[in-house]
C-alpha cells in the first residue's frame, strides 16, 4: 500500500486547513485510514483515525477542531483543521492500517501555526 499526503502549510492561530491522503496498491474492504503528528523534541502521536465502517477516534486535544472525512470508494481521507492553534504544528502523517494489521506511512506533510 502506497500513500500520497497533500496541503498542509502555514497558517495563523484562529485559521484552518485541510490535509488529504490517497491510498493505492492491494486494499482490502476492511481496513483503518486516519492521521498521526509529530511536534519537534515529541513522539508521534494519533490525531484522528477513521475505520471503513465510519468509526472515528479523535485525540483530545483536536476534538470538536478537526473533522476527518473520507471515502472508501476512492480510498481516501481528509483532515480538515479549523481552529488551528500553535501547539497543532507537526508533521503530519497520513496512516493505513490493513486487515491484517500492518501499518504504512505517508511521508509527512508540515503544518506551522503562527501568527
Known amino acids: 500500500v502506497q500513500l500520497q499526503a497533500s496541503g498542509g502549510g502555514l497558517a495563523q492561530p484562529g485559521g484552518s486547513l485541510r490535509l488529504s491522503c490517497a491510498a493505492s496498491?492491494?486494499?482490502?474492504?476492511?481496513?483503518?485510514m486516519g492521521w498521526y503528528r509529530q511536534a519537534p523534541g515529541k513522539q508521534r502521536e494519533l490525531v484522528v483515525i477513521m475505520t471503513s465502517g465510519g468509526i472515528r477516534n479523535y485525540a483530545a486535544s483536536v476534538k470538536g477542531r478537526f473533522t476527518i472525512f473520507r471515502d472508501n470508494a476512492k480510498n481516501t481521507v481528509d483532515l480538515q483543521m479549523d481552529n488551528l492553534k500553535p501547539e497543532d504544528t507537526a508533521v503530519y502523517f497520513c496512516n493505513f492500517q490493513s486487515h491484517l494489521g500492518r501499518n504504512y506511512w505517508g511521508q509527512g506533510t508540515l503544518v506551522t501555526v503562527s501568527s
Open positions: 496498491g492491494r486494499i482490502f474492504s476492511d481496513n483503518v
